[in-house]
C-alpha cells in the first residue's frame, strides 16, 4: 500500500486507514461516511485474516454486503432467513453475497494470509456479533432457550467480541462446500462480456447473479495505453478499490470545479450519481479496479456518442443556432452503430500518450469552466 496521501473529497485510503479492529490474527478497516464523508448507499472494508483465523459470527443490521477475495481461500458459513444454511468455499477472484440479517462467519482455511475487500450498501452500516448478542442475554432465559438450568450458563464468561479469534480445532472442508451456491459467483472466472485489446471489465450484476438486489461489482482492468472514457451514471452511485496499478481520476461537480487526483493501491474512491468522470493510467503496469455500484444493474452515459443519440434526427447535418443560425452541434448520419444498444462500459485507447501525473499532494481542484446558467 505505497503512494502519497490525497486530501480529495472524493478519495481516501483503505489499506492505510487505521484499523478499527486488529489482532496477532488479522485485521479490519473501514471506510464510511465518518471517514469519507461524501460517501452515501456504500461504505467499504478490507479484512485480513492470517491462516488459522476466523471472524466471529455475526450479522449486518442495515446492509446487504458483496465481497471480492483478493488473495487467499477462505470459507464462508451462513444461516438466512427461514433456516437457509450455506457454506462453501471461496476462491482468489471470487465473490460472495450476504444478505442483510444473515448471520455468518469467515475462515482462512488456506496456507497464505486472506485479504478481503467488502462493500455495504449503507454509507454508516451496523453489525451484531452473536458473542455479544448471548452475552446480553440472562442466564435464566438462556436456559429457557436450550431447555438447560440457568445454572449451566453461570460458569461462561462474558468477554466483548474480538472480531477475529483463532480456531481452536483445525476445519476441514467438505466435498459440498466445493459446489455452486447462490451466495457466491466466479466473477474473474466469466468470459469478460467486455473485452477490448487494451482492457476488460467483468460483470458482477444482477443479469448474472440473481442474488444481487441492490448492489453489483465489476472488476476493471485497463493496461498502460488504456483509459475509461468520460461518463456519468445517471441514478448510480459508485465506489472503486485499487487492488494494484496506478490512475488519474478527474470528477465534474454540478457547481463545475473539476476534482483531479490520482489512485494508487489501497485506495478507495466515491462518484456520486450523475456525476462525470474519467480514469487514465498513469504507470507502465496499467491498473486493476473492482467497482462496487448502489444498483443490481448500472447503466452510464457516455460522451460524445451517446449525446448523438438524444438529439432529433434530420437531413441537415447540424443543429442551427435560433438566432443567427449558425451549426452549433454536429449531428452525424443514422450509421447502423447508432441504432445499436449501447454498451454498459467503455474502454479505449489513448491516442496521444500516458497521462502525466500531478505534483506532489496528487490532488487538484479548480474550476473547468465559467458557470453558463445557475
Not at 131 to 151: E, I, K, Q
Amino acid at each position: 500500500m505505497t503512494g502519497p496521501t490525497s486530501t480529495s473529497p472524493h478519495t481516501t485510503s483503505l489499506g492505510r486507514a487505521a484499523p478499527a479492529f486488529e489482532n496477532d490474527l488479522g485485521s479490519v478497516q473501514v471506510v464510511d461516511a465518518e471517514t469519507l464523508p461524501i460517501l452515501r448507499r456504500l461504505s467499504a472494508k478490507r479484512i485480513v485474516l492470517r491462516p488459522g483465523a476466523m471472524r466471529e459470527p455475526q450479522w449486518n443490521v442495515d446492509a446487504n454486503q458483496l465481497a471480492y477475495v483478493v488473495r487467499g481461500q477462505v470459507l464462508v458459513a451462513m444461516l438466512g432467513d427461514v433456516d437457509e444454511f450455506s457454506s462453501f468455499i471461496v476462491e482468489p477472484g471470487q465473490m460472495y453475497h450476504v444478505p442483510s440479517g444473515a448471520v455468518y462467519h469467515i475462515e482462512n482455511v488456506g496456507d497464505e494470509t486472506a485479504e478481503i475487500v467488502l462493500a455495504l450498501r449503507n454509507e454508516r452500516p451496523h453489525h451484531f456479533s452473536l458473542r455479544d448478542s448471548m452475552s446480553a442475554m440472562t442466564d435464566a432465559v438462556l436456559g429457557n432457550t436450550y431447555d438447560l438450568p440457568a445454572s449451566a450458563f453461570s460458569a461462561f464468561a462474558r468477554p466483548p467480541a474480538e472480531q477475529i479469534v483463532s480456531r481452536r480445532s483445525g476445519t476441514t472442508p467438505t466435498v459440498t462446500d466445493r459446489l455452486p451456491n447462490a451466495h457466491l459467483f466466479d466473477v474473474e472466472g466469466q468470459n469478460a462480456p467486455l473485452s477490448y485489446a487494451y482492457g476488460s471489465a467483468h460483470l458482477a450484476r444482477r443479469q448474472f447473479w440473481a442474488a444481487l438486489d441492490d448492489i453489483s461489482m465489476y472488476p476493471l482492468r485497463i493496461a498502460d495505453d488504456g483509459m475509461r472514457e468520460p461518463h456519468w451514471h445517471p441514478v448510480t452511485a459508485e465506489m472503486g478499490y485499487v487492488v494494484s496499478g496506478a490512475a488519474r481520476m478527474r470528477v465534474l461537480a454540478p457547481d463545475l470545479t473539476c476534482d483531479d487526483y490520482e489512485l494508487h493501491p489501497g485506495d478507495v474512491y466515491f462518484v456520486p450519481r450523475a456525476y462525470p468522470h474519467h480514469i487514465e493510467v498513469i504507470g507502465a503496469e496499467g491498473f486493476h479496479f473492482v467497482i462496487f455500484f448502489d444498483r443490481p444493474t448500472p447503466g452510464d452515459i457516455r460522451l460524445p456518442r451517446d449525446r448523438e443519440r438524444v438529439l432529433p434526427r434530420s437531413p441537415r447535418r447540424h443543429v442551427r443556432h435560433p438566432g443567427t443560425g449558425a451549426a452549433r452541434v454536429p449531428i452525424h448520419p443514422d450509421r447502423p452503430a447508432d441504432r445499436a444498444a449501447p454498451q454498459q462500459m467503455t474502454v479505449n485507447r489513448r491516442s496521444r500518450g500516458r497521462a502525466a501525473a500531478l505534483t506532489p499532494g496528487r490532488r487538484r481542484r479548480r474550476r473547468c469552466r465559467p458557470p453558463t446558467h445557475r
